[in-house]
């Protein structure tokens, strides 16, 4: 491919061609071929069509999708997509109501149309994606990139580099300022400014790299600055990647507030286009999920009614996003008794408050389906972290680094570290910082691919709890 900023151009101008096509031609082929509507008369169907063409890259064009994808996840790419097309289904339905002209068309024909779109769209990135990994591990489409930083820096983005070839980024010439802890750090550092100004001189027409990367410490940001005014005569790409091991982060990101920009050190990852996306996976698989175990919940609640008596449901109190309280519903599973105000005392293996029935309902988790409900208010997800007791959550709070991050993103009907084993009894505190680990590794890493992991590993793993 083509190197400098005119190929993104072309690359973004042929993807918005692409989405348009594709809408034309999922319409147009298949009101050629439906029977009955090949040889409809009149202008409604070809400017439904045409309609359908401008606004699948129009609402792309909204939700971000033609921005660079190298280095991100192919289901986030996916997820932005859909994203994008459900925006599309939603307007263009709004209008065919607003204007009362649905009844025009044919509903099977419409449907077909848009998840003909849908798939083409899909099934093209994925195969997009895979040959241009392909191509940058053996050495093609590649961003040379000029490195920039201290030696200890400059060795861990190299690592990293090597460590994941497919992401098309080489390393063409690095510039390893040493100052730190020198006698001279001062007129070091002056150096060093004066290296990369003559480097900026020279570079601003002829270069032999595409983008430039600083790498120091936060602690050096008036280093940075006095590089990256330097370098601004250099019509490439210049980004800083600060030294930041000793600080804990979640997906972080830098955004722009009152003016100034700022690093996001907790940022949740499910905001934007993702949390709608994440919405929609909940509120769509949740509703068939519910369908599907009705019958199920309307037996276990039957067996709990004759079995236990009243009630059927165990409500509690939990946090949930950014540590608002909801309410949670489970099937009870323990005869009546009374706790201490304040205080959640835990089923232990043996505990005579568990009955017959409640007991094969926590080794099969069978007695967590009502929280399907709670997925349908919108207060839990079908994936993320367990919510915990809330003492529990006052005692953990201060003995577990970042234990409250958890409650960056919506709780979980199972989660990253559940299939992992990680699940039942939590008095453990080793056992509850290593599930911690797990939970912030899913609010790190999240894609819709991960989620859609973790559902299928429930199945195959999850659901099955060895302890009480």
């Given at each position: 491919m083509a190197k400098g900023p005119n190929a993104r151009d072309w690359l973004r101008r042929a993807m918005r061609t692409f989405d348009a096509a594709i809408a034309l031609a999922s319409g147009l082929a298949l009101l050629w071929w439906m029977p009955g509507l090949e040889h409809t008369d009149g202008i409604e169907y070809p400017l439904l069509i045409l309609a359908g063409g401008l606004l699948l890259p129009a609402c792309g064009e909204l939700v971000g999708l033609y921005q660079p994808w190298r280095g991100r996840s192919l289901f986030s790419m996916l997820g932005v997509f859909t994203l994008g097309w459900l925006l599309a289904i939603v307007v263009l339905s709004l209008f065919l109501v607003l204007s009362q002209s649905a009844v025009i068309f044919s509903r099977t024909w419409m449907a077909l149309s848009a998840l003909g779109a849908l798939g083409a769209g899909l099934v093209f990135r994925a195969m997009l994606y895979v040959l241009l990994r392909r191509l940058r591990s053996r050495g093609r489409n590649i961003k040379r990139v000029l490195l920039i930083g201290q030696p200890d820096n400059i060795a861990r983005v190299e690592q990293r580099l090597a460590d994941l070839p497919y992401l098309g980024y080489q390393i063409s010439d690095m510039l390893v300022d040493g100052a730190v802890g020198s006698a001279d750090e001062r007129e070091n550092r002056a150096d060093m400014v004066q290296r990369v100004d003559a480097l900026a001189r020279r570079s601003i027409f002829q270069r032999d790299f595409d983008e430039i990367w600083l790498t120091y410490p936060l602690s050096h940001g008036d280093t940075v600055k006095r590089l990256a005014d330097g370098l601004l005569a250099v019509p490439v790409a210049i980004r800083y990647f600060?030294?930041?091991?000793?600080?804990?982060?979640?997906?972080?990101?830098?955004?722009?507030?009152?003016?100034?920009?700022?690093?996001?050190?907790?940022?949740?990852?499910?905001?934007?286009?993702?949390?709608?996306?994440?919405?929609?996976?909940?509120?769509?698989?949740?509703?068939?999920?519910?369908?599907?175990?009705?019958?199920?919940?309307?037996?276990?609640?039957?067996?709990?009614?004759?079995?236990?008596?009243?009630?059927?449901?165990?409500?509690?109190?939990?946090?949930?996003?950014?540590?608002?309280?909801?309410?949670?519903?489970?099937?009870?599973?323990?005869?009546?008794?009374?706790?201490?105000?304040?205080?959640?005392?835990?089923?232990?293996?043996?505990?005579?408050?568990?009955?017959?029935?409640g007991a094969f309902l926590r080794r099969?988790?069978?007695?967590?389906?009502?929280?399907?409900?709670?997925?349908?208010?919108?207060?839990?997800?079908?994936?993320?972290?367990?919510p915990h007791a809330m003492d529990h959550n006052d005692l953990y709070k201060d003995a577990i680094d970042a234990y409250m991050q958890r409650n960056r993103v919506k709780p979980g009907m199972t989660g990253w570290a559940q299939v992992n084993g990680l699940r039942g009894i939590t008095d453990d505190i080793e056992l509850m910082r290593k599930r911690v680990e797990y939970d912030l590794y899913y609010i790190d890493n999240w894609t819709l691919g991960l989620d859609l992991k973790i559902l299928a590993m429930t199945i195959t793993r999850g659901f099955i709890n060895q302890q009480p």
């Open positions: 600060p030294d930041l091991s000793d600080v804990r982060l979640l997906n972080h990101r830098v955004a722009q507030v009152a003016d100034m920009y700022s690093l996001d050190l907790n940022y949740s990852p499910l905001n934007g286009p993702m949390r709608a996306l994440k919405a929609v996976e909940d509120r769509v698989l949740g509703f068939v999920l519910f369908l599907a175990f009705l019958p199920v919940m309307l037996l276990i609640a039957g067996l709990v009614r004759w079995r236990m008596g009243t009630p059927i449901l165990f409500k509690q109190y939990r946090h949930g996003l950014d540590g608002k309280r909801f309410r949670i519903y489970k099937f009870r599973t323990m005869r009546p008794h009374e706790s201490a105000p304040g205080k959640t005392r835990q089923a232990q293996t043996g505990d005579q408050r568990v009955t017959r029935l099969t988790s069978l007695d967590e389906l009502p929280q399907l409900f709670n997925v349908l208010q919108g207060r839990m997800s079908l994936v993320g972290p367990r």
